[in-house]
């Protein structure tokens, strides 16, 4: 008899994972053509009535704070995505903790508190987080929350990058750069720039474009720039879209292409670069009316692949 109540009772326990996990993945699904209602519903569903949560029920709480505090079932409502965060937060979720300390952050939960804000990003940190740990190094970094402390923001960025965390990566090859905290160096800012670029950081890849086009501690290098910016460009980094088409305006590691150049300009002048705007209109002087036609053309059918492609 008592094995027939365990056993009945395990397989409850089964069929009642297997449906929690059924739910998860109608509201994934749900998310993915933005059904956010039927998503809510159903991250709801899949964390109903449970005092001990697994790992796929505390995504789902956090998933729900999420939904709060982006407004996609209504208006925005800070206070209830805090409630669904410190529901999973307080079960060891790191990502539910990470925004409890954003939200801290930036004062969507109250006035920002940047000392609330540290403790729960090292909290998930000390739980291995390597994003939390990022985070916590730039919270010394800028003394917020905490004393200023360059040697502490490295130790904690050297934490996250051990997890291969190219935002760890970029910030330590800052440091390296401006010599905060250590001996300025610019060999090392470029090293920790190219692990984090290799793992397609666009903040790095331009950066270190930056770097090879200007000749700072390397030789310089317009072809390599030329590489490195247009890696940055194809994600949207509106910066190396603006040096990439000043590059092709002036020939440099490239052969001059006008059309080329007013398209990268036009891309970053839309998105709000201010030198791309007025590179845009030097060069158009430059150009007839068909290659300005031209140009805008192709800058229209780049932003439609989302700056892939492109060049």
Known sequence: MIVRVVLSLFLSVMFLEAVQAGDIEDANDAILIKDYSKALSKYKDAVANNARFSAEQMFAQEQIGNMYREGLVGNKDYAEA???YKLAAEQGNVDAQINI????????????????????????ATLGSARAQNLVGGMYSAGEGVIQNYSEAMRWYKMAAAQADSNAQFNIANLYFDGN??????????????????????KSQYNLAVIYHNGQGVIQDYAE?????????????IQAQSNLGYMYF??????QNYIKAHMWLNIAAAGGESIAIKNREIGAARMTSQQVAEAQRIARECQARNFKNCD
């Open 82 to 84: 805090m409630r669904w």
């Open 101 to 124: 300390g954003s939200m801290h952050k930036e004062g969507l939960a109250g006035n920002k508190n940047y000392t609330e804000a540290l403790q729960w990003y090292k909290l998930a």
């Open 181 to 202: 905290g250590v001996d300025r160096d610019s060999a090392e800012a470029v090293r920790w720039h190219r692990l984090a670029a290799a793992q397609g950081n666009p």
């Open 225 to 237: 720039a030329l590489v490195l910016y247009k890696q940055a460009a194809a994600q949207g980094h």
């Open 250 to 255: 002036n020939g440099q590691g490239a052969l």
